[in-house]
């Protein structure tokens, strides 16, 4: 078994620092949130009744946060795309942005070029590549950042961008001193679940010791159901692990009838609830229920409580710990968080392909 407390394994496993840049997250949401604030914006772009997100990957996972917590805070709704083409409801006063962390992704590409053929409101989110340029040649604005690394690495800047974009247009109502509340918490996850911090006083590291060898499985609700998808597409991509997620209440209408088979989740499977104090007092009770069921098929399981005033501090704090807990996973299973050799060999394998 690996050991955790022991420097050498991040050298050994960690060459590319993927851990350093989790834990420079609410570094990356302070600037990102300033550029957004900073970026021009006509009034036209406030005048709309719907936002479509066109992104991939790391570069979308922001726009499902940003989703989650307009359905609490949001004059207008939100929708998340993730294809090459366009919703048929992209109209005259649907506010179209795309998200691209290289500005290079072919299915984001294809949709943002069928936007620039509408009267649709636009604006683009990337560090460079053709989208910027592509956006620039149609005098679309662009949030540019600059960052290297890993596109889901890049997450304060792709999520924090957004939510700083929509704050200032109106479209999310975002307090500043929300903003201020979620750099100090997540400042205090870093602290709290940093490679320094032992095992025994690390909830993070001790969470990827039960989660080796299991099939994992993690549980939100409300504005925590989007950080649930965080959570399986990070163990994904750093720890290489195939994951599951679900939303209550949702899932005690199906999931929780799929206990039974394969007969091995009683030995192997290992399910992670993800709660925090803003969820309807009645997905509180659901909590206690579904883990009488997963008690009862004698499969492991834990719920984890995130604190914060603000749906978004509750938001990024669960965050953040998961993107701790995936990279420790990956450590314990001997890989390096950074490479993900499936995604660039479906690139390579796509670019050889003609359509």
């Known amino acids: 078994m690996v050991n955790l407390d022991d420097p050498q394994v991040y050298g050994k496993y960690d060459a590319s620092g993927m851990l350093k840049e989790v834990g420079g997250l609410s570094r990356q949401c302070t600037e990102a949130w300033r550029n957004a604030l900073d ?34 805070t949001g004059r207008v709704p939100v929708l998340v795309h993730r294809d090459y083409d366009l919703p048929s409801s992209v109209g005259e006063r ?5 998200s691209s962390y290289s500005g290079n992704t072919e299915e984001t590409l294809s949709a943002f070029s069928l936007a620039l053929r509408t009267p649709a409101r636009k604006l683009a989110v990337t560090t460079g590549g053709r989208l910027k340029a592509l956006a620039e040649e149609n005098a679309v604005p662009v949030l540019h950042f600059q960052y290297e690394g890993q596109p889901r690495a890049a997450f304060g800047f792709s999520f924090f961008s957004l939510l700083g974009m929509c704050h200032k247009l109106g479209i999310v109502a975002v307090e500043p001193k929300d903003v201020r509340e979620t750099v100090t918490l997540l400042e205090g996850v870093a602290a709290r679940l940093g490679p320094d911090v032992p095992t025994e006083a690390n909830p993070a590291k001790k969470l990827a010791t039960r989660l080796s060898e299991r099939m994992i499985l993690v549980y939100g609700a409300g504005i925590l159901c989007e950080v649930a998808l ?18 209550l209440p949702e899932l005690n209408h199906n999931a929780v009838v799929g206990y039974e088979f394969p007969s091995w989740l009683s030995d192997k499977g290992f399910v992670v609830m993800l709660r925090c104090p803003s969820l309807h007092p009645r997905i509180a009770a659901r909590y206690q229920v579904t883990a009488e069921l997963l008690a009862d098929a004698r499969i492991a399981h834990e719920t984890i409580d995130f604190p914060g005033e603000s749906l978004l501090g509750q938001m990024m704090s669960a965050v953040a710990f998961g993107d701790y807990v995936s990279c420790y996973l990956a450590m314990l299973n001997g890989v390096d968080p950074s490479p993900v050799k499936a995604i660039d060999y479906v690139k390579k394998r796509l670019a050889e392909v003609d359509s």
């Open 94 to 98: 649907t506010l179209v942005i795309a």
């Open 230 to 247: 965080r959570w399986k597409s990070q163990l994904n991509e750093n720890s290489k692990n195939l994951v599951v997620s679900e939303c």
């Open 39 to 72: 970026l021009p914006l006509a009034a036209a772009y406030s005048d709309i009744d719907m936002v479509v997100i066109l992104g991939m990957g790391g570069s979308a996972i922001g726009g499902d946060l940003l989703r989650g917590l307009a359905l609490h």
